[in-house]
């Protein structure tokens, strides 16, 4: 068998953010008095870029609303996380049968890998993918041209909550494990899909025989 890279989201995958973005939006908002938006509706949103999540609120500008909620975000929000309580173990398992770990993510890569230093597992990841110049969102062909130049021989897992996810996965051909702690539904996570796909409840449920059985699939 070729080596695995194992790729994870962020939002409901490995961490809890709800708080910190959730007040994110809030300061966003009120910074330009706009009308506050119920928090389900916000919540539905976490995993998509926000100029994406903005513009289903409003016809405001988003990038004035984007540099607010990341002015509050990188001072305040990052840290009003939870990791969740299976991910150190897990990771620490995956590392001890010699899988490849990452991180692609929607939130600006220099948040996130703040994220993960807060959090003390940045150690455990050989990359981390967000947004920058160059990248804007997780199906970026930059994304893709980033898995074939620097791990060109290896296989591909993707593990996540989103839908995003799941197109990451379909653009690489690989499995994806999508998890039901975030806001996509089973029904959204195996729709329209043509690599094999194993859906679980959260990442607890996840073991390192579930992903090499999935990667053998392939």
Not at 35 to 60: D, N, R, Y
């Amino acid at each position: 068998m070729r080596d695995i890279v194992v790729s994870f989201d962020l939002d409901f995958t490995l961490i809890d953010n709800t708080t910190g973005i959730l007040n994110a939006f809030r300061y966003a908002f009120e910074t330009y008095n706009l009308l506050e938006v119920h928090p389900k509706k916000l919540i539905s949103t976490i995993g998509m870029p926000l100029h994406h999540a903005f513009q289903k609120f409003t016809a405001f500008d988003p990038n004035k609303l984007i540099k607010a909620f990341r002015d509050f975000y990188s001072r305040k929000g990052i840290y009003q996380v939870e990791l969740y309580p299976a991910v150190p173990k897990l990771l620490s398992e995956l590392k001890t049968h010699n899988l490849t770990l990452g991180v692609v993510t929607s939130k600006k890569k220099e948040l996130a890998e703040k994220l993960l230093d807060h959090l003390t597992i940045k150690d455990y990841f050989e990359f981390v993918i967000g947004e920058t110049d160059k990248i804007k969102n997780k199906t970026d062909p930059e994304v893709k041209s980033f898995f074939l130049k620097n791990y060109p021989k290896y296989n591909y897992i993707i593990v996540g909550d989103n839908v995003s996810d799941k197109n990451l996965a379909m653009m690489l051909r690989s499995p994806f494990i999508g998890l039901l702690s975030g806001t996509s539904s089973k029904s959204d996570l195996k729709k329209d899909s043509k690599i094999p796909i194993l859906i679980l409840k959260d990442i607890s449920k996840l073991t390192v025989t579930q992903i090499k059985e999935l990667v053998d699939k392939t």
